[in-house]
Every structure is written in C-alpha cells, then in structure tokens.
C-alpha cells in the first residue's frame, strides 16, 4: 500500500453501513487528507440527492463540499441533459431521482407512448403497473437505460434488492437489454470522479466493497483498485470472478501504509 493523490472512494459497505461509521473511516480520511491526498465519494444508489450524502458525510464527522460527492443519479441526469436535453422519461425510482432528472430540464411522463427512455434503478415502490408501463414503453421503442446495476445494496444488519432486480423484470418481459449505466462500474462515473479529483488514473485508488463494480470499473479505467471486506464481497467470492484488486483490504482503516 502506498499514499495515493486521488482517493474514489464508495460509501455503502465502505464508509458508513446505514447510520453507522465503520471503525475507522474517519481518522483514515483525516490523516490522508492531512497528507494531501484529495477524496472524492461515489455511490450508486439513487434515493437520495448528493446533498443529502454530502450532509451524511458532514454529521458523521467527515468534512465534504456537495462536488465531492457523485452519484449514479446525478451522472445519469447530467449524460442525459448534455445527450438528449428535454427527452421524456419514464422512471422506475423514488422521488429523489425524479426531481434530479427534472432539475437536469428532463421530462418526467407516464404515457408509454410518448416515453424516449426507460429508466430502471433501486425502487421500493416497484410494481407491477410500472413495469407494464415500462414494459409498453419499450415495445413502442423507448431506449432502456439505469442508474446502477447492483444486485443488493448493504445495510447494517443486511442487504437490500436493488437496481438488478427491476432491470431483470424489464429484461424478462420486454427481451430487450438494458443500453446502458450511468454508474459503477461505467465509464462516466470514473471520469466524472476523476475530473473532480484532478488527477490521472495512474494516481488514483478507488476503494470499495463490491469487486463487480467497483473494481472492475478501476480495472476498465486504469486506476487501482482496494476491496474492502466491509460491506457485500467476502474474501471466499473472491474466486466467483476474473479479475483481482491490487490490494484487500478488512477495512478501510489499513490505507494507511504500516
């Protein structure tokens, strides 16, 4: 391990579990900082706005400006508004989601026919007449994209469905793929990350607790790549995939070069 300039660094699983700060987090992002080490945090669950992860951070003890934060939600408004500025959407998610995208000057629509994109993400309110809508709209030729494709999301005690599971309710009906993610372990999310950080791949550490995501988006960019057996990838998944992180980690605590 050594100090890097850029730290990518996950929340979930990483960070904090729900409410609670891992042992650690904390006094390790302080002494980096204080070493000028530059942190910037990702996530890719969109249920909340970035302000409300950047307060998150700042009532746990963590100093962060909102631009020190992106989320899914936010790189998928952001795309969406530089790509298709005004395009109609119709959007299996919660409310915060929503008013992100309508900020970004996107328009949120319940009529499959006039759908220019379905979009799919974590959605506790999920039910069986968005999916007919959603299902509609993509017969009718909507584009079929996400926020994230996570399987679960952890919390403290557990784990939570997320984003896959909708998208393979989509997938299952329509038979059509999902195009593309705005998230980990996308391209736009390491590159809007890395723009924040001010630093090229090769000075950056991204450190995060699911190896499909956000290792393998570190591997596909260039950087390299912490897991941390804090949140939902056990040393024994290790051997499920093809790919290796330059270091594991218990925790985030062990940054720190000894």
């Known amino acids: 391990m050594r100090i890097y300039p850029g730290y990518l660094c996950d929340l ?3 960070v904090y579990l729900s409410e609670r700060l891992l042992p650690g987090a ?3 992002i302080q002494t980096l900082r204080a070493l000028g080490s530059r942190f910037v945090f990702i996530s890719n669950k969109p249920l909340q706005p970035r302000s409300d992860y950047a307060a998150k951070l700042n009532r746990l003890g963590i100093p962060v400006e909102l631009d020190d934060v992106i989320a899914s939600s936010y790189v998928l408004a952001q795309h969406l508004a530089r790509t298709a500025p005004g395009a109609r959407l119709f959007v299996l998610g919660e409310p915060p989601l929503l008013e992100e995208l309508c900020q970004a000057g996107l328009r949120i629509v319940s009529d499959p026919q006039q759908v220019d994109y379905v979009v799919a993400a974590f959605d506790r309110t999920f039910d069986y007449a968005k999916l007919y ?3 509609l ?3 009718n030729g909507a584009h079929f994209i996400a926020t994230n494709a996570d399987r679960t999301c952890p919390i403290d005690g557990g784990e939570l469905p997320d984003a896959a599971s909708v998208i393979g309710a989509i997938e ?17 999310m390491v ?11 090769q000075d950056c550490l991204i ?5 499909e995501t956000d290792v393998r988006m570190g591997i596909d960019a260039g950087t390299a790549t912490a897991l941390v057996l804090t949140g939902v990838t056990s040393r024994e998944r290790l051997a499920e995939f093809p790919y290796r992180p330059d270091y594991i980690l218990e925790s985030i605590s062990e940054l720190i070069p000894d």
């Open 12 to 14: 979930d699983g990483t």
């Open 26 to 28: 904390k006094e390790t």
């Open 133 to 135: 809508t959603a299902f």
């Open 137 to 139: 709209a993509i017969r």
């Open 172 to 188: 299952g009906c329509t038979g059509k793929k999902l195009e593309w993610i705005a998230g980990k372990p996308s391209r736009m």
């Open 191 to 201: 590159e809007a990350g890395l723009r924040r950080l001010g630093v090229p791949p």
């Open 207 to 211: 450190v995060g607790d699911r190896i």
